[in-house]
């Protein structure tokens, strides 16, 4: 499975970005999505994740209220907006997949990342004035 993310950049804080996560080779229907960051020096942190089939959302805590993840799997993608963006958000940002036709997905997952088999190679968010 090939994930790839897209619509990382620099933005000022306070502001947004649209980060989009796009499988090749599969339907995410069956799916569970997460996404996860990572900033320098820092280890990788689960920010949100959705489920398969019945779209439940988990969010950490330093996310809440301003982050929403989103699935259209008419368009097979899922996405994470992400608002009031703060420096403390700098980071590369990865998507992450797991085959979930029990939709056993949890807010657990945020600090396993071995729930999930497949992962993108990152975007960039910079948050910075």
């Known amino acids: 499975v090939q994930l790839v993310e897209s619509g990382g950049g620099l933005v000022q804080p306070g502001g947004s970005l649209r980060l989009s996560c796009a499988p090749s080779?599969?339907?995410?229907?069956?799916?569970?999505i997460g996404w996860f960051r990572q900033a320098p020096g820092k280890e990788r942190e689960g920010v949100s994740c959705?489920?398969?089939?019945?779209?439940?959302?988990y969010y950490a805590d330093s996310v809440k209220g301003r982050f929403t993840i989103s699935r259209d799997n008419a368009n097979n993608t899922v996405y994470l907006q992400m608002n009031s963006l703060k420096p403390e958000d700098t980071g590369t940002y990865y998507c992450?997949?797991?085959?979930?036709?029990?939709?056993?997905?949890?807010?657990?997952?945020?600090?396993?990342?071995?729930?999930?088999?497949?992962w993108g190679q990152g975007t960039q968010v910079t948050v910075s004035s």
């Open positions: 992450a997949a797991a085959w979930d036709t029990m939709m056993r997905l949890t807010v657990a997952a945020l600090t396993d990342p071995g729930f999930f088999s497949s």
């Open positions: 959705i489920s398969s089939n019945d779209g439940r959302t």
């Open positions: 080779g599969i339907l995410l229907d069956y799916y569970s």
